[in-house]
T-cell receptor
Framework: DGGITQSPKYLFRKEGQNVTLSCEQN?????MYWYRQDPGQGLRLIYY???????QKGDIAEGYSVSREKKESFPLTVTSAQKNPTAFYLC??????????????FGDGTRLSIL | AQSVTQLGSHVSVSEGALVLLRCNYS??????LFWYVQYPNQGLQLLLKYTSAATLVKGINGFEAEFKKSETSFHLTKPSAHMSDAAEYFC??????????FGKGTTLSVSS
């Protein structure tokens, strides 16, 4: 079955350390997204990409970086500049054509915690 | 700019009772509207979406939502709640056909 795979499910970061969250999709979707979820705050957009080798900042991009070298993959790096990285991170993908664009498929998330 | 407001961070109902989760949006152009459900430690699953084809939208698991332009609302309803409906629900809006803007979520509790 097609879908989005996020790994790992749980991740721990030490102070001053960069960590990378993986997101892979086999849905042949053009667009991919990263969201951060904190209790009571809904989902906030970190970065998104509509095409390979191109991406745009979302509302809370500071302290994060991404790459889009392949259509299927959109890894997110949480850098040491992100001072409050503890959160649940969700990756999503969508087609761009047709009605009702926007993320429609989500991975199961990665929970990042600080040691 | 677009925004979404979900009224009530927590809604409690009895099994078999009507479920009503409220969502109001703000948009300067015709929006696309979505409802998602999230179970603990999982991603979001699309319940239904409004794309201007019909104002009453039917989704999965017996849920439906009605788009009311005059009230800028897109409330989610289900006639009879089931224990398995207990989850967090998110309303979202999109106007550019790309990234969504989410509400802060409503946690639905169902008691027997």
């Amino acid at each position: 079955d097609g879908g989005i795979t996020q790994s790992p499910k749980y991740l721990f970061r030490k102070e001053g350390q960069n960590v990378t969250l993986s997101c892979e999709q086999n849905l042949n979707h053009d667009a991919m997204y990263w969201y951060r979820q904190d209790p009571g705050q809904g989902l906030r957009l970190i970065y998104y990409s509509q095409i390979v080798n191109d991406f745009q900042k979302g509302d809370i991009a500071e302290g994060y970086s991404v790459s889009r070298e392949k259509k299927e993959s959109f890894p997110l790096t949480v850098t040491s500049a992100q001072k409050n990285p503890t959160a649940f991170y969700l990756c999503a993908s969508s087609t761009l054509r047709g009605q009702g664009g926007g993320p429609q498929h989500f991975g199961d998330g990665t929970r990042l915690s600080i040691l | 700019a677009q925004s979404v407001t979900q009224l009530g961070s927590h809604v409690s109902v009895s099994e078999g009772a009507l479920v009503l989760l409220r969502c109001n949006y703000s948009s300067s152009v015709p929006p696309y509207l979505f409802w998602y459900v999230q179970y603990p430690n999982q991603g979001l699953q699309l319940l239904l979406k409004y794309t201007s084809a019909a104002t009453l939208v039917k989704g999965i698991n017996g849920f439906e939502a009605e788009f009311k332009k005059s009230e800028t609302s897109f409330h989610l309803t289900k006639p009879s709640a089931h224990m398995s409906d207990a989850a967090e629900y998110f309303c979202a809006v999109s106007v550019a056909g790309t990234a969504l803007i989410f509400g802060k979520g409503t946690t639905l509790s169902v008691s027997s």
